[in-house]
């Protein structure tokens, strides 16, 4: 039995190695951030060789438990102690940064031991409660989640959204650790090293938390036996550390943020003094096992088929709420969540339906991205809805869903001047210019409800980002329920070999194209219809074929603005092919109004479509 | 003088009078938020007829105390107040929502009275930062800025992001009052009717708190004189109140937040409930008038020209850091704020040249919007900057300070692979498709120190929101100092009459794109090379006009993924000239590496230019 002094030297000992390998590889690649890396070196050493429970020789693990490094520009830390714990050579580490190395400058899910790509502060513990309601709720499994944020980040509001789910659903398998080094980038911390004050926040958000000097060994294991022992709330642990720690020229000063220590006399002499310090381990460091077991799924089978009857009229975003009921009945894997927006969104549908399987986020949109992150990050295929302006809100965290390929699925509701009354704050009008800078992001919108259905099933079975474009008016069903939809494949929805010119559209406004159709078919003049389904990937060649059998002429029609939209994507898509594609779109701040009014005004109804096509004819 | 029994009694009775215009206006208008306005009537009555100052005959007045509505939905009750204060007559509030009234469904600023858009919840409080930084450190000046908020809205990040920094500069003139009604839209709060955490995260952030019945007119005049009288740090009230108060069928129940009553029965026993409870004032309830001097501004000067030297090489996001510098010499208006990234943006410069007209936001970016904004609404023109990833964070308050009009400038630096070692997470690479989408956004993307200069001068001149797009290496002068930039002109670089194709690109590409050129030319090819300068609104005529001299043949390049950036921009604004335009662009999530690796591994160095150009001839 190791004896508690020997186990504390031996993990300060290991820290000091993590501070060396740290240094090192910084120093070798020529940038990064050494003096970050050196603050959370007792934390991160403590954490890896004594507190978690994983497989060094496994480290994509599903059943360890889980590491989220919120601080992402201490990477190399993280690096090493997947070094300490055999993962890595020494020298594998100095390839930090370089193009050919998954040793990044933030750490990626390239790496195996990486559920989500940080770097972007303030967004890992809510990740850090996804993987925490996925353990204690879902798989009903032991794994625990340890979270490691900087102090600079906590002024993120995001890490509050998070915490405050956290202590609302009690997450006692939730452990933040709160790397207090006082120094941010550019200047000193908010709080600097006011710990008491950071706790009383966290305890006002419903945790349990203690503060220690983060150095120290023996207060950081007292403080995660203490986190192991309290039940009923997710547990903070405020660490007083210093940047730079360990180096006497960077220790607990300004201007050390994103620099690296000068190969040669400077990284010498901070190797040097952290040698000294001590790096031997007296004892060994056994590394728990996870005891945790992996969770079974039930095979996926194929969703339910629409039912919707001929004349039937109903808004997509209803139809959405129908989909994710059979979609919940068929895949075990799929969640949902929403940010209060639930009987709008049409979500309540999924939480009547499968009551455990669903989460409310309140409205907090940035967190529900992040939570569901941290569910797709374990199996789980999440589907988060709310009004589409308010995850506009999540950008950031989608942005870097996109980079880690994560499998989450976002649901837009009440887009474009449709929504009618509630004005401009609540139109979704930016959304597709948003989702389709998304790498592989899959971008629906759906335009009938048999679509709608069919664009939840497709979400779930593409493999990363999906994003799904709901109206709130009622529309008319334009599909049979047996029709078939694909990810990239558009429909043609009306076709004559008179077809003059090629309507390209979705939603509301697809509705109103063939209202135009319909008017100018009397006068003579015949259109093709095209629905895009999915906006991204676009289907290019649809598009073509359909416009040079109609003059070679494309009219985009998009409730929404012109940049980015319906009208940016099928130009650009066809730009090579000698096509002329005119666009019509929302071009000003809308205002509030009757829905059929303000379609009107903005010029995007039956009758803007038929003046347009005159004019283009 | 007024007893207090009477005060309390006509307020009450004020409160009654808000009710029933916001129950016949909601009722008439068929939609809206009936319940929400009940539970803040007395809140609002005590404001808007004892506590605050300001002029009912001139409510755009600027010397006014400031009020922010950001429970938007409650908009009725608000205009109800300037109804009652003699603005509008009831028959006025009856236009609610209509098309043709300026009564929207959420406040807008096409009203006098109103800051900034609010609808978009928890937003206002950031607003109610700026506006109170303004008049204690700009203006100095004594209005006092009070924020009304749900108790819903708390859950978002953004108001622990405003409250921290509210806190952390001890603005004792700002208040904010959380209307702590119980019910959300579709569910119940996480904290309900639990007062006393609420006060307690609002103490931990830094105030002064103190809860209240908020149908209790007594208690909230004293909960009113208390702010007044504390120094020293912001004060928040946290109000008990009931949602849907004073209507027995609505009345802290669920399922009505945005349901209107039924106009008829149901709207009259509304009605007539709150008439029986009482509104017949007793005694009269002046308005206090303004004692604040508005502030003064000297007059603007032009900006310094650039005093670059031929052969320099400079990063645009340094010569953003010096140009703002001289905007602040020539301005007095201009002030600067970052997100602990002043270092890396160069807002520094400015914080060293007008201390007293920097605000460091630290790592907080929607809040940083949102102070901006509310900076901005009192006559302040605020360049707000960080990493362009960073800033995304903030997307949706970008959203309503374009519903606003907001006057307000961001710069976003370190945009693209070509920021290298730190990877993706840092990379800006959708800014242009966010930002393009912004309605009357001016969107700069600077190629060298003089462009970067020019874009911050216009970005001053320009009323509405300005993007400015930075880079993080250095790279050549392209202009002469005296060079005249405007916004919607392109530049063309390099022209002659053998020129066979036109490429067009902006920042590190646009460098790419001339060392192309010049490999190319020992070939014989020659290339017109044209410097965009503003992505939106973009240049059609002189893209139009070089294009027909070139065979009609663009190439786009940039550092930007394809979806909303100078690509697609560039291609929709020719799309009816008959030109054929080719576009490179990042089209995957990038790796860590230097960045003359990452331009070449992603296809938008020189060497992909010249061989895209000659697979294109």
């Not at 808004?315 to 894997?333: H, I, Q, S």
């Not at 965290?397 to 509630?422: F, P, T, Y």
């Not at 629906?444 to 980002?465: I, N, Q």
Request: aromatic share 8%.
């Amino acid at each position: 039995m190791t004896t508690q002094p020997d186990l504390i030297q031996a993990l300060g000992a290991k820290a000091n190695r993590l501070r060396i390998h740290s240094i090192r590889a910084i120093s070798e690649a020529g940038s990064g951030h050494p003096s970050t890396c050196l603050s959370a070196a007792e934390i991160v050493a403590t954490l890896f060789f004594r507190v978690m429970r994983y497989d060094p020789k496994n480290p994509a693990s599903p059943v360890a438990d889980r590491f989220v490094l919120s601080k992402g520009h201490a990477a190399p830390v993280l690096y090493a102690a997947w070094c300490e714990a055999g993962l890595y050579t020494p020298e594998q580490l100095l390839t930090l940064r370089r193009v050919d190395s998954d040793l990044e400058g933030h750490p990626t899910p390239r790496l195996p031991f990486v559920d989500v790509a940080t770097g972007s502060l303030g967004q890992g513990l809510g990740v850090g409660v996804g993987l925490a309601l996925n353990s204690r709720d879902l798989d009903k499994t032991n794994y625990r989640t340890y979270v490691l944020l900087g102090d600079g980040e906590v002024a993120e509001g995001a890490v509050w959204e998070a915490a405050q789910m956290a202590g609302y659903y009690k997450l006692d398998n939730l452990v933040a650790i709160v790397d207090t080094n006082r120094l941010g980038q550019s200047q000193a911390t908010m709080l600097q090293h006011d710990l008491e004050t950071l706790a009383a926040r966290f305890a006002a958000f419903g945790w349990n938390t203690v503060t220690v000097d983060g150095h120290d060994v023996g207060q950081l294991l007292d403080a995660f036996d203490k986190a192991a022992a309290t039940p009923g709330k997710p547990f903070a642990i405020i660490a007083k550390t210093f940047k730079g720690k360990g180096v006497s020229f960077a220790e607990n000063k300004d201007g050390w943020h994103g620099k690296p220590f000068k190969k040669g006399e400077e990284t010498e002499k901070a190797i040097a003094e952290v040698t000294a310090a001590g790096i031997d381990e007296k004892v060994a460091l056994p590394i728990p096992a996870p005891t945790a077991r992996p969770a079974e799924f039930a095979a996926a089978k194929p969703m339910e088929a629409p039912a919707f009857k001929p004349g039937d009229e109903i808004a997509t975003r209803e139809a959405y709420g129908f989909a994710l009921v059979k979609l919940g009945a068929a895949n075990p894997r799929v969640v949902a969540l929403d940010a209060d927006t639930k009987n709008s969104t049409y979500s309540d549908k999924f939480l009547k339906a499968y009551p455990d399987r669903f989460f409310e986020g309140f409205i907090a949109e940035q967190n529900l991205v992040s939570v569901a992150a941290g569910l797709a990050a374990r199996g789980r295929i999440p589907f988060a809805s709310s009004f589409s302006v308010f995850l506009s809100r999540g950008f950031d965290q989608v942005r870097m869903a996109g980079v880690s390929g994560s499998n989450i699925k976002l649901c837009g509701s009440h887009v474009g001047v449709s929504i009618g009354e509630d004005g401009p704050s609540q139109m979704g009008l930016e959304d597709l210019a948003l989702y389709r800078a998304i790498p592989n992001a899959v971008v629906f919108y759906p335009s009938d409800g048999v679509s709608a259905e069919r664009a939840v099933a497709l979400a779930a079975e593409h493999r990363g980002f999906a994003y799904i474009r709901t109206s709130r008016p009622k529309t008319p069903i334009l599909y049979s329920n047996d029709e078939p939809f694909a990810i990239g494949k558009a429909k043609v929805l009306r076709k004559s070999a008179k077809d003059v010119l090629t309507i390209v559209s979705g939603g509301v406004t697809l509705v109103e194209a063939i209202k135009a159709a319909d008017e100018l078919a009397k006068e003579g003049i015949a259109l093709r219809i095209i629905d895009l389904f999915t906006v991204k990937p676009i289907d290019r060649e649809t598009l073509v074929a359909n416009a040079a059998e109609t003059g070679n002429r494309i009219l985009t029609v998009e409730d929404h603005y012109p940049e980015g939209g319906i009208g940016e994507a099928v130009t650009a898509a066809v730009a090579d092919a000698g096509i002329r594609v005119a666009r019509i779109a929302v071009t000003e701040v809308p205002r509030s109004g009757k829905p059929e009014e303000l379609i009107a005004k903005y010029g995007i109804d039956a009758a803007a479509i038929a003046k347009k096509v005159k004019a283009l004819l």
